[in-house]
């Protein structure tokens, strides 16, 4: 694979990833990436890690779709927004999805109350995609056509897998 197939390869994944927010998902709500568990701090993770992360993310989304000043400000309040809207959501999805695993290993606990509270991290993890939902409905309104067509041709290509959709070539 040649290098500039990676870049695009690398580039497609970066927009439809940032495009769904989940970059920060994955790093704040498996506890598996908690050293331990029952301390507070390390459930939610290094924040410094969190911002840096998000902070890469977001500026390479920038770089890609060449955003202007005034996109920039406004894509950064959106997905500011967002997180604040899913940080405390993604909190409580962490303690309940530990409930839930020593639900599993006791064995007194009923198949019904197992099941129930699967649904409510169900409910909050839908909670969570819908706030995703309207934050890239907003998104796209702030882009220019171009930028939009783009990002269509990136996770076109990603889905696909085929490196070449991601060009833009009509």
Same mark, same amino acid.
Request: hydrophobic share 40%.
């Given at each position: 694979?040649?290098?500039?197939?990676?870049?695009?390869?690398?580039?497609?994944?970066?927009?439809?990833?940032?495009?769904?927010?989940?970059?920060?998902?994955?790093?704040?709500?498996?506890?598996?990436? +908690?050293? =331990?568990? /029952? #301390?507070? $701090?390390?459930?939610?993770?290094?924040?410094?890690?969190?911002? %840096?992360? !998000?902070?890469?993310?977001?500026?390479?989304?920038?770089?890609?779709?060449?955003?202007?000043?005034?996109?920039?400000?406004?894509?950064?309040?959106?997905?500011?927004?967002?997180?604040?809207?899913?940080?405390?959501?993604?909190?409580?999805?962490?303690?309940?999805?530990?409930?839930?695993?020593?639900?599993? +290993?006791? =064995?007194? /606990? #009923?198949? $019904?109350?197992?099941?129930?509270?699967?649904?409510?991290?169900? %409910?909050? !993890?839908?909670?969570?995609?819908?706030?995703?939902?309207?934050?890239?409905?907003?998104?796209?309104?702030?882009?220019?056509?171009?930028?939009?067509?783009?990002?269509?041709?990136?996770?076109?290509?990603?889905?696909?897998?085929?490196?070449?959709?991601?060009?833009?070539?009509?």
């Amino acid at each position: 694979m040649n290098k500039k197939t990676k870049n695009l390869a690398v580039q497609s994944l970066l927009a439809v990833s940032f495009f769904s927010l989940g970059y920060l998902g994955a790093v704040t709500t498996d506890p598996a990436f +908690a050293m =331990d568990p /029952v #301390s507070p $701090q390390m459930t939610t993770g290094d924040p410094q890690l969190r911002e %840096a992360l !998000k902070n890469h993310f977001i500026n390479k989304f920038f770089k890609l779709i060449d955003a202007s000043e005034s996109q920039k400000k406004e894509l950064n309040a959106l997905f500011d927004e967002q997180c604040q809207f899913a940080g405390p959501i993604r909190e409580k999805m962490r303690s309940r999805g530990l409930k839930l695993a020593d639900m599993i +290993a006791d =064995d007194s /606990v #009923s198949d $019904q109350a197992l099941l129930a509270e699967a649904d409510e991290l169900k %409910a909050m !993890k839908e909670e969570i995609a819908t706030g995703r939902r309207n934050t890239m409905i907003k998104v796209r309104s702030i882009l220019t056509k171009e930028q939009k067509e783009l990002i269509a041709s990136r996770i076109k290509a990603r889905l696909t897998g085929n490196p070449r959709l991601g060009l833009g070539l009509k």
